[in-house]
């Protein structure tokens, strides 16, 4: 596979001139370089005005485009222009256009509106490539491929209800076999012959839950063929340039782990919720990170300023868009893009943010907030590209769990994956601690500590591979609501942790569901913590108590425990218990904070020789740089003991030890 | 009809055996008798295991199990098993799948999937019910059948439409009664032609209340007639054996007093809500028990401990299954039976509580409970089965009304059924006063009062009835929102209460809806009580007004009333108000509380000879017998003069007078 | 056009005698006298009465009530009786039903089911309009037409559809203006052919506002095609009966301002809200009254005191339904009537409000009350009829801009039209200025100060006539989500305001969005005002700030300017800086209060020489008349210097100057 050596610091964005007049592209020459733009992505949704029917093809627009940012020394990520089928394709070709779970098939006029098992999709989507890459694969200006975009929206066809078929062949062998792993017997649904098996478009069929997460495997596979069919041309006549997707984050319906080893490098698009903490975006940025071993990756999209589909589209205050970019920056990122280049005169975008605005003047704040930071990274050079995020603690993510966890039908509305795993990512974030989150198929042995937080769903290999991670001398943690059913949603027969049970040395032996109004507390090292939600009734085998309940019928009772370097949270503690609890598992674990101390809205992160220290607070803090010689590469001044952090300011320390 | 004679108190549950492989059916006979189970319910949900297309039949694995139920003197309740289509039966018949009200055709992959005008389903579950009384019916094993299961779901199909034609015709002999009685020409929908009415799937169709009232009527019976064929099946075959199909308290689709005429016996399934109120579950127990003027019933199930289908599915503490369970023998249940046996691994209802746990560990708590609570049932041998509850009071309930005042268009939205009548029902378990629910068509000459709150619709012949039974000596009283329509929701013309106004000596001139936020008064023996959501404004014809209202421009104006022994309410009190005006009103009809007192928590009801004392308050309580002599029948103790009832604790006093 | 010159003020309601037997009639006949009823609309839903099939005609029961009606000399507001199809027309003619925006086509069992672009529709309703003009069109008791009943809902089918591309190949020419103005080139979405142009069933197609606006504008025309195609026949038959249709005030799906070029008089049905504010419902009468030039209209329907179909549907207290007619007088209305005369006897509206309750007696509160108010409007004769309302203040009101406002998908869903409006209606209101609501392509004038708050969609020739009208001396304002976009929602390619720019001197570079939680302040002559919602950072370009914000990043920046007699507003204030602001504007305008003060709770508005005072508070209010000579008409009393208004109280003083 190829490979994205960044010359420096990638920065541009999305670029969709044909909503425009020619005239106006040149003004965007103008423009983008004096907004230190090098790299602009394109054309993501310009497969309608290429291609006006099928015979008919026009590159004549997209040639002088090209040509012009080429001329301007602008690099460009080229798309596939996959990403939405133009009417006529879906007016000649119905079957092309998907059906939702509601069983309603949708019609056209939107992007994401295919079906991944339309035959006629994927050769059209496929002939399109190639004409993309025999026309440009070989232009000097060309950096990267842009496969598509934002990928999603499953299908409940027919025709994906007869491939679903297929892969459950494949994947199972035997309909018997599908029989028992779904437990049809239950409610006496037991198939007698393939054809009786659907995509669950009926909110009857959604009783079964390991048909729905068999569901959900299939259709992100299904989808990723897509992809793929796409990376096959693509690789056969550009096998030298690096190919991208772009990712967006805890995306629930696609698996990325499996995604990823397609992909070249990574991408994503960051939105922030108004008012996101950092610890939320931070979270993100590791997961996705995560996907190719810490190799650095690409922020493809964020907005310069607002949104435009919240509920209320908040302006980016000052210096927001720049610190969360050198936040990308300091969790792995080597490109800093935005959606979008200029505002679309018309329809659904209208309103987003965009680096030019309707009125196109350069006096924006927007406008001069985004010209100053491409100068600034322009000054950085190649300083910061390609080196990697250090860490000593992974933290689990699997797709797959999360939706096993979330069909669960109980104990609780409220176990939801990503709230616990952000609870504990956060709370790391809060000592002071940089993560990965990686696959539990990931190699693990670099690693002092790993957590699993709620990892309802173990699968064959997982626990003695965590065995084993645990008898080399490392520590594991996981949660209530782990090791509960197999890779098909079946209960493990000894009950819970399952195949955990050994290591953890505790039978779970009932879950009790507390409402949002209720609450229990955890007795741990002499004070009592906060917990709610769920609350494991736990007895020991093997393991001792290391907090225990301090209310209702189960007050006393075990509520964490260990055997030996194996731990387990049997409640879901708020923060400040959290925060404890993992602060003592880490010390044990020999895991330090970055800066060996936590400063209430610092981030630090080390990148290789640097460290990214970032100031999401309203004030200014001082970090003490613990003894470290260091450069801030921003200001080229050196720094000896410590510096001031202003309010959302930034500083990247070159470091001699 | 036969008469279930219960040769004790039946404990046991749903057993479903096809889940798991024979190997573990033995330690199930193992299980089972540990945890003092005297009877199993099966095969629910077998039609799939027993047939797997239209001429092959596997009884030989439904065979092994009652056999060794047989060999391990458990008794079985024996479903029909069609209580859901296997996918076979679906995919060859899709006529059988029914319509929702919206319109859609349901897929296969449920139970509640059939539509009850099939004559597929009709043919395909009697077979099914033939060949099972056929192989098992003369089984020593067996005890009662069980007809399909949670009979619901009402289908709006093209072949219901049809046959609703024929219910009307039936009914109603021609088309112009049915254009006045629904009054069709409001909005000029007058039919011209039979053809032209539907099942009220559009929500045009909803603004006409009585196609509503009648489509559930014709739905409830339609449902009735596909447990009606099972049971004709079953009488020809097994005339000796006694019926039920287990039921849902407050159910709002089955108008459950026209099914208990066909049922031997009455059972049903007790799932109160988390943190029900005892009075609550105390009112389903006396609809349930009124079903059949008060013959003894089953509790077909109940959790052993949580649900999984609730937002929060919290814990049973302990004490209070037990607790929970003799209530409901406190009630008139002779079966105290569990959903499930055995927690299933996998699907919708894996996590819902179980006799058996995943882990199959008799060491848990719930094994544990169900165990003892099996030993003390076992020790009470016949001492209370087959006796009667005692009450002097009856509450009115009745289906259709229900349906009448929730599909009104005004006055208010907060006019529910249930609610308000769980507000009497409450107010009267507070005062310590043993209720039963029955239906206004009852023989009501053995009650001393008889309360009928919102009883909007007032059937033909009830108005004389209840006239003849107050000029016998009865105390009548009932509510705002009373006597507003007929049986097909025409108002009545001469106002509201319509047939009840000479009895009642009012006229309601007008009724206010309050918001949730405003409130009025009413002013009782010298005391303002708070009372909202409807206010009625009442003329005097002949009654005198016993309180007014304390504010707003009726202020001064009757708000209770009263004509002799006939009592209106013209407006919804809160609990305290309530009680008050309830206690008069008793106080004068005679009837005092079951025991002389009401103590905070504690329940007291009579079943012949025993008197049954249920702590369902967190604090002990001493209990005054009221000069009783009696021994309880748990610890066969003599009590004299009072008792201590620990918290959740329970009491069976035997009472010699 | 023939003009309704109103012999006096009409009184009187819906009255929908097929719903009883003949002998109900007679009664009806006489309450009607009693209750001062001159005038009955009929019969509005009467199609299934007179047509029982394609062929059979029954004018036999209509023919009687007309003369009973015209033998107690009470006039006739013919209905064309098409506003319901009858079943048997809906059955014969299925593509008469309506399909939902959801796509799914309705049955029929209800008003409002017909689709406007059905040939069959069209035929049928218009033989019914000739048939009733050919047989009542000469009677003398008819005094106008009343086309269809309010209507509305948009359809969404296939026919539609095509109408709809016909319509925009009539109003664009070419596809490629479509494609521009709309700007399909978003995610690729250029039509090729114009078959692809769909009716916006499918959400995809929701993300082209422009598509979204022209389909509204199109529905709006198709159904008011539906009402001419009437309208021209009863000119055709009877030129000299005034017709009308009666509209529903701030109904969204139909631009009144259009629909209001076809009739001869305006009518609406005035159901205020539980505990609507004074301001709404003066709100929607002025709103009502704009559309044609001021001229007297009608209060076609108001509930005499209950409405059925809100969560609770409260009483008119005692004194509110008159006082709500003469305000309802107040701003220009002739006719005071009300739906509906009888409250039927069962179906959708039997608990909705109504002259003559169920009980039908004379006694009741709402009969006595209907009645009092007739026999004092008759007292009036013809001393307030045919007057119009004086203002100085002009309120544009757009529901294109409307519609453009609530599609933007940003930047707040808090941007709601009516919302800002109403706001800045209230204020006017509370300021006690009298204000019209017209459209911005009215004549101005006359006016002294126009107001447009939120005018988002600015229309071609707006800026220059607005500019002539400020250059002549008006004063005019407008507010932050101005001059956004043009009439096919592109967005203006300066900027915004876009071409108001010139005219106020600014450039709104960025809005920020607030939620609910969050808060800004004006300061403003010293004082600091709370605002939220939106804040528009706003750049001088000849424009001086007359107030700034007091917080967050732009604190100190503009948030309302003015550049000579050109006012902008960039923030959403709450009502005091809003009034504070709008005192200010308007003093400088030369506008005062109708009485030269603001009395809390009372309302003057001046018709004529007749001023009105209304007082909607509950507490009685002494009002210094400003010097007038007058005299009250409805207690004949001479009023020299102050009247008290008691709670509820009204009175009309004839001025003389």
Redesign the interface.
Known sequence: MPRLDFPYVLHGGDY?P??WPESVWDQDMELMKKAGVNIATLPV?????IQ??EETWDFSWLDKVIEKLHANSIRVCLAT?T??????VD?KYPDILRTDQD??K??????H?FCPCSENFRRLSTNLTRAMADRYGHHPAVLLWHVSNEYGNPCYCDACSAEFRTWLQHRYGSLDEVNH?????????????W??I?A??????R????LLIDYDRFQSDAILNCCKAEIEVLREITPDIPITTNMMGTFKALDYHKWAKEMDIISWDSYPA?NAEPADIAFRHSLMRGLKEGEPWMLMEQTP???????????K??GIMRLWSYQAMAHGADAIMYFQWR??????????GAVV?????E????FQEVATLGKELASLGTQTVGTKVESKVALLFDWENWWAVEY???????AKYCDIFLDYFRALFSLGITVDVVSPEADLSGYSAVIAPMLKMVKPGFAANITRFVEAGGYFLTTTFSGI?DE?????????PGPLADLLGI?V??T????PE?QNTVQLGGTSYPCGKLCD?I?LEGAEAIATYGED?YAGEPALTRKGRAFYHGTWMEAEGLQAALESFLTEAGVSSTIGQSIEGVEAVKRGNLLFLLNHGKVAQLVDINGYKAVDLLTKAPISSSLELQPFGVAILQITP
Do not use: C
């Open positions: 969709n044909e909503q949704f310009g497969w309608g005005n006006k029917d222009a990403a939405a089928t133009p009417p006529w007016q069983g309603i949708r019609r056209h006029g939107s992007r509106t792993r779904w437990n049809m017997a239950f409610w006496g649904q037991t198939y007698t012959d054809s009786q659907e669950p478009q009926d909110k009857a069929q009783n079964f839950q390991g108004r300023s607002q949104q435009n589909w919240q509920a209320f589209n908040s302006l205050r000052p505002r679309s005169p018309g329809a659904q975008e209208m309103f987003h605005e309707h009125a196109a003047r006096d924006a704040r927007v669960s039908s109980g104990p609780s509305i409220m059913v098909t949603d079946r209960a493990f027969e000894n009950g819970y039978w032996e009932e009790d569901a507390l409402s209720e009734r007895q019928f």
